[in-house]
């Protein structure tokens, strides 16, 4: 039976986590940001304390998923505030529970790692696995005042 492991990646594992992330881009169809530019991103990110990586792996493999968690102080929950981004596993590892195991080792080091009091994330409505699965773990789109949370964004970029 296969074992998933997952870690917080290390800046010497800038390259695999670049890596992953081209591999969700290109997975989404998108050819931007150019390579140098994610290189550059994750670089920058790792070098800061607000941002850590996460990498799993079946077994002994190689890192085949990967996950973005992103912290700022949250004034609501006076504390820490975890942003969930860019899960992502390689397609032939889709439906091994490395997804699974990513998220939910995301939520345990946000709450101990980072004491974070809050973890949120996005999540396009048609994609119904990723859905399923964040249910599953406890996030939800209603609230205790009724109606939804929604995700919203805006692009300030030239390419808005």
Request: glycine share 12%; hydrophobic share 40%; aromatic share 10%.
């Amino acid at each position: 039976m296969s074992k998933n492991r997952v870690w917080v990646a290390s800046v010497e594992e800038a390259g695999e986590v670049t890596r992953l992330l081209l591999g969700f881009r290109n997975d989404l169809g998108y050819d931007w940001p150019s390579d140098q530019d994610f290189t550059d991103g994750v670089a920058q990110l790792m070098s800061g304390d607000s941002t850590d990586y996460l990498l799993g792996a079946i077994d002994d493999g190689p890192a085949v998923g990967v996950c973005q968690l992103r912290f700022r102080y949250g004034l609501w929950q006076a504390g820490n505030d975890c942003l969930l981004e860019d899960l992502f596993v390689e397609e032939p590892f889709r439906g091994s529970g490395l997804g699974r195991a990513l998220t939910e080792f995301a939520v345990e080091h946000a709450l101990t790692a980072r004491a974070s009091r809050r973890i949120e994330l996005d999540v396009n409505e048609a994609n119904e696995p990723a859905l399923k699965l964040y249910e599953s773990l406890g996030f939800g789109i209603k609230n205790s005042h009724g109606g939804r949370d929604l995700y919203l964004r805006r692009n300030l970029g030239a390419d808005s």
